[in-house]
């Protein structure tokens, strides 16, 4: 019965996921090894469901987002499926400090997993992915492939376009097709209202645990696309005073046409009363020389948020606090007071 419902909810809710896959018909599937690189949302885990019934292998790597409260020594961790120590008590896995890195180790699982399971006759593998993560491990792990054909790579997401861009400008070819649905209509029209209003709230609920409130706070809102521009209206829904920068001078136009106050550059009377830089470019959006404008600033708060999961708008910033000592001292900013990375303070 709870198997019944659930494919009634699915029905509901993914009406033109359903329709295929009925169309498809149990089987359809049956020779595809599946590695699903997302994040863990009730609509993805459905959708893996779809898939398995339609008689592929699926191999889910979950993408989490990071932890509200990150449990020291490392925020991400990834855990293989059945290990345990030497007691038999927790399981043993990879734990690092950086996203990204724990991701990769999970993907290079997940592909060791299906480029050694056993078919009669060639493996056929589909990768789908939001991120762009597999291309290097997959030439690293060639010598495993044996009799493997890659069927191909679904993209959902601009990162994972550049990421296959820049692997083939390093390496002159990709021996499978790669397609995109990150610029499709359905993408474009509905999602980014979606992921911007998650967002928000996420950035109201930081807010409540900082025993603060969004409204009214002074946003410097980094891009003004798609993504952008549904998290500025949002923003001035709350009553938040919001400012815009971007480097398009359509968007540009966009944005003034629409209301709201453009800037060119970061300035220091911008940080003037502790304001929230929200980057939605993802791509590199506040570097260093920016942070410096910050301490030149009277604030001694900042708040950064980024719209994207890997915070890839502050890499630089972000390689400054977790990086080593040398790092820090090759890309210091100023020779004033000493700048500290402190957690949040969180409710006891």
Sequence with gaps: MA???RHMDIAQRMPVTAELARRMGPGALDDLIIIHVNHLLMDILDLNLVLTELGARV????????ENKPIPPAPYAVIRPGAQNGNGAAPQGFASGRFSAAVNYAVRAAMETALTYPVDGPRRILLIEDGGYHYDIQKELDGLS?????????????????????????????????????????????ENQFVALRVIEELALLFYQL?????????????????????????????????????????????????????????????DSAPIVLGMTGVPAFSMHDFAVFLAGPSPVLYLASGSSKRVEFADLINYFEGDDGYRASRSTSSGPTVTACPPRWPT
């Design 3 to 5: 198997e019944l419902a």
């Design 59 to 66: 191999i889910y790597v979950p993408v989490i987002y990071s």
């Design 146 to 190: 044996g009799e493997t054909v890659f069927v191909g790579t679904v993209e959902q997401t601009v990162a994972g376009i550049r990421a296959a861009r820049a692997y083939l400008r390093q390496n002159g070819s990709i021996d499978h097709p790669v397609i995109s649905v990150a610029r499709s209509k359905a993408k474009m029209r509905f």
């Design 211 to 271: 025993e603060e409130f969004l409204s009214l706070k002074d946003v410097l809102l980094v891009g003004y696309g798609i993504l952008g521009r549904a998290a500025a209206f949002l923003l001035r829904g709350r009553n938040c005073h919001v400012m815009v920068k971007d480097l398009d001078e359509v968007v540009i136009h966009a944005a003034e046409t629409e209301g709201f106050e453009v800037f060119e550059a970061f300035q220091p009377e911008m940080f």
